[in-house]
């Protein structure tokens, strides 16, 4: 998604706790406990805080959701980065607008 693409959003793009709660607990049978002891967790508040959408995907719960669903650390990690990215657009929107770009020399 091109950098002026996130001008036009309204609300942010999800969570990544949203796809972990609507899509991947569901589609695997797990709750946030099963899934924290899965992951090697020694209990199952990150992961409650994350389907909470609470707390952010941080490096090392991407890395351990990855080895668990057998996806990349790079899809958590992107998914945090771009629904953290929509919300400072809309946050900063009318700052934003006013920055003017620079043209190579």
Known sequence: MAARDYFKFVTP????????????L??????AGSLAKAMGLRDRTRIERLVREAQPVTPDTALRLAKVFGTTADFWMNLQAQHDLSAA??????????????AAA
Not at 90 to 96: D, G, K, P, T, Y
């Open 89 to 102: 657009a809309i946050r900063s929107r009318q700052a934003l607008k006013a920055i003017k770009p620079v």
């Open 26 to 31: 569901p589609d695997y049978g797990l709750t």
């Open 13 to 24: 793009l999800p969570h990544p706790g949203e796809h972990l709660r609507e899509e991947f």
